[in-house]
């Protein structure tokens, strides 16, 4: 089974993500078990999935947090997409997510972040990280989380900025 | 000047160790050259068309003699003894070795300097008015809230990969000489009727591809407001800016498509939620930043008698009367001026200074202006606080050391993008052109009678030489290969900011001097007393320059 970094530590992925549908997302098939669906998928298919417990959402990086909003605490875990590194609208959404919409389970990096990302991405309120390059070291990749330990601004895992913090 | 604490120094140590991580993971091939990309801009390392490129900081252009030798020092131990000063007031050097980064910016860190998001997608360093806190039209001293705005800015986790590069400058003056209508954000400060403190907003300006002048979308931001309304502002830029095409992605493109009132509109809504979080300023906050920009401990000095011994020295030395008249400024502290050294003597690219100059600066700053200096973003340096008493015995010394070229504000006072002698960008050389025009008006005489002209040029679209706001603007082009320079007139970055008009056909650099010179010549034949370039241009209209520019030689 492959493996994410989560909390810190490097554990079992036991969540499967379901790319987006080719066709209509009404029709697209949501398998059994633990899945990661679009949230395209989850809007579309909401009174049919309503009951089920093992479902989380992701967003992509052209996808508001608003479409999951006040829903967010009915996951266990959703999902923010970067379909590429160097597009940074996660941070915000993860932002949202957190502050805005007062998720407090599993929010996780998916697809092609790197590992230079995590300090910051920790700091906007995510705590999971599943890289799409099956190659990566996760332990070396770990070790990033601990670049940057005092911060100017305010953020998810430190409301109080430096200047409310000062001696 | 901003010191330093344990906070920041801990902040900057863990960046240093950071980058030194990445650089090795770079060379030993485990980071990616595409990845490693942002990580080196964003610690101000450029791949340029000789060398890297290295951007350090000056925060909002200050910075102390003991900087100053720290600059000089890695100038001549790990550059080739120069280094440059840019348009966001930054230190540049040209010839770096990647492998020696991580060790120029371990000892730019013992004095308090860096490199931090001096390039890439992020929040780039703010920058402000050279004479803040000395000048007599200021309203409000715009460093403190500079170097809350560097704070907030530094290492921001939701902030450091946007959509395109971001810029913010600020002033405190009637007068602005930051530019705040051509950046990203601009913040103007303003007092309101009951005399508090506020920002009016601009938002959108810039120069570049699509040039464009900034819309005021808050007229009055009370100052306890100003980190909240930025993070709205970047929010909104970060989620809703275009990705797609890297012409487009600015933040002033943006503002265009939604219009400003929309734009404004989703600011406000996303500001509502953060405006009451923990970024509001709090009070201690804004005197703990105002504490580190006193007054430094001026004397009592008499102006009228000071003012009557520097007349008497300027009248037996008619080159001290021209430096006078043109590099030193008054001050709002009876008998003392700022004085700005010239980095544009004739046949020195504009800008570039040498590690011996740094040094020299750094004694003058000490023995003539409490150990601070202001870089400027027409690429000068200026030392704020000196005694008039004092003013002849520095003009000498500067004289000596080769910045006493007394032409601030005048046409050889050129703001000058590195071109394609240095930048892998540029679609022409722009050094060159700066000095056979400085070589075309060599008659100081001449020049002086011209008064203030902005001649600004850049090597390419990208407008680091900012030519889109110099009264005359010159922009390199390529042809079909051959370099070319296209002139645009009627730009202007001050508070009536504009952007130029392009003349016409472009030119080829041999005739550039000429161009010029025919330019000057309309001026002068159409002028009214006092009139400056701009003032004419705006009043006569292109099209007398055209003819006499365009004109079959007869």
């Not at chain 2, 508090?196 to 819309?215: A, D, K, M, W």
Request: net charge negative; with cysteine.
């Amino acid at each position: 089974m492959p493996k994410l970094i989560k909390d810190g530590l490097i554990v079992e992925n036991t969540w499967t993500l379901i790319a987006k549908p080719e066709g209509e997302a009404a029709a697209a098939e949501v398998p059994a078990g633990q899945v990661i669906i679009p949230v395209s998928v989850w809007l579309a298919q909401k009174e049919t999935l309503q009951t089920r417990t093992d479902i989380g959402v992701w967003l992509d990086s052209d996808e508001s947090a608003e479409l999951i909003g006040a829903e967010a605490n009915r996951f266990p875990v959703i999902g923010v997409n970067f379909p590429l590194f160097m597009d940074g609208r996660a941070f915000s959404s993860a932002r949202l997510l957190r502050e805005r919409y007062g998720f407090t389970g599993e929010l996780r990096a998916v697809g092609n972040f790197i590992r230079d990302q995590l300090c910051y991405l920790r700091r906007c309120g995510v705590n999971a990280f599943a890289f799409a390059n099956p190659e990566i070291n996760l332990d070396e990749a770990a070790k990033s989380l601990q670049d940057l330990q005092e911060y100017y601004q305010a953020a998810v895992d430190q409301p109080l900025p430096l200047f409310r913090r000062r001696a | 000047m901003y010191i330093y604490d344990e906070y920041d120094n801990s902040i900057l140590r863990q960046r240093v160790a950071q980058f030194r991580g990445q650089t090795e993971r770079f060379l030993a091939g485990e980071l990616p050259p595409e990845q490693f990309l942002p990580l080196r801009l964003q610690n101000g390392l450029y791949v340029q068309r000789l060398a890297p490129m290295l951007r350090i900081n000056v925060p909002y252009g200050m910075i102390n003699s003991t900087q100053i030798r720290k600059l000089a020092h890695i100038a001549r131990h790990y550059d080739k003894g120069y280094c440059h000063v840019s348009t966001r007031q930054n230190i540049q050097y040209n010839w770096p070795d990647l492998t020696e980064v991580p060790d120029i910016l371990s000892e730019l860190a013992d004095v308090g300097m860096h490199g931090t998001q001096s390039s890439g997608n992020c929040i780039r360093n703010t920058t402000s008015d050279q004479f803040a806190g000395t000048a007599p039209d200021e309203i409000v001293d715009p460093r403190p809230y500079c170097e809350i705005i560097r704070q907030w800015s530094s290492f921001h986790p939701e902030f450091a990969f946007l959509p395109r590069k971001f810029k913010i400058a600020v002033t405190g003056s009637t007068q602005d000489r930051a530019a705040v209508q051509v950046h990203d954000i601009g913040l103007q400060i303003l007092l309101n009727e009951k005399g508090e403190v506020g920002f009016q907003v601009y938002v959108g300006g810039g120069l570049g591809r699509t040039p464009c002048i900034g819309s005021a979308i808050r007229d009055f931001l009370p100052e306890e407001d100003l980190l909240s309304y930025l993070e709205a502002i970047l929010r909104v830029y970060n989620l809703y800016g275009r990705r797609d095409n890297k012409y487009k992605a600015r933040i002033k493109i943006l503002v265009r498509a939604l219009t400003p009132e929309v734009f404004a509109q989703k600011v406000e809504a996303e500001w509502q939620y953060l405006k009451d979080g923990y970024n509001k300023l709090t009070r201690d906050e804004i005197e703990r930043a105002k504490g580190f920009f006193t007054a430094p401990a001026y004397d009592t000095i008499d102006n009228a008698a000071a003012q009557a011994a520097v007349n008497a020295q300027a009248s037996e030395s008619v080159a001290f009367g021209k430096w006078l008249q043109r590099n030193v400024r008054e001050h709002k502290v009876p008998g003392y001026a700022a004085v700005t050294l010239s980095l544009k003597p004739t046949g020195v690219a504009p800008g570039d200074i040498t590690d011996s100059q740094l040094e020299i600066i750094a004694n003058l700053a000490d023995e003539f202006s409490f150990g601070e200096a202001r870089t400027t973003h027409e690429q000068n340096i200026v030392l704020a606080d000196v005694k008039k008493t004092e003013l002849f015995t520095l003009w000498q010394k500067a004289k000596a050391a080769g910045f006493a070229t007394p032409n601030i504000g005048t046409i050889t006072d050129i703001i000058c993008c590195p071109g394609g002698d240095f930048c892998s960008l540029a679609n022409a050389k722009s050094i060159p052109i700066a000095e056979a025009i400085q070589r075309q008006f060599e008659d100081l005489d001449y020049v002086y009678d011209l008064g203030d002209i902005d001649l600004n040029i850049s090597g390419c679209m990208n407008a680091c030489g900012h030519h889109h706001v110099g009264h005359i603007g010159i922009l390199g082009v390529d042809k079909a290969g051959k370099e070319f320079y296209q002139v645009q007139l009627g730009g202007n970055a001050s508070n009536d900011a504009s952007l130029g008009d392009v003349l016409g056909p472009s030119f080829s650099a041999e005739d550039m001097p000429t161009v010029i010179q025919k330019l000057v010549d309309v001026y002068l034949a159409n002028r009214t007393a006092e009139e400056l370039f701009i003032d004419t241009y705006r009043r006569i209209g292109a099209a007398p320059f055209k003819e006499k520019v365009y004109a079959k030689a007869n």
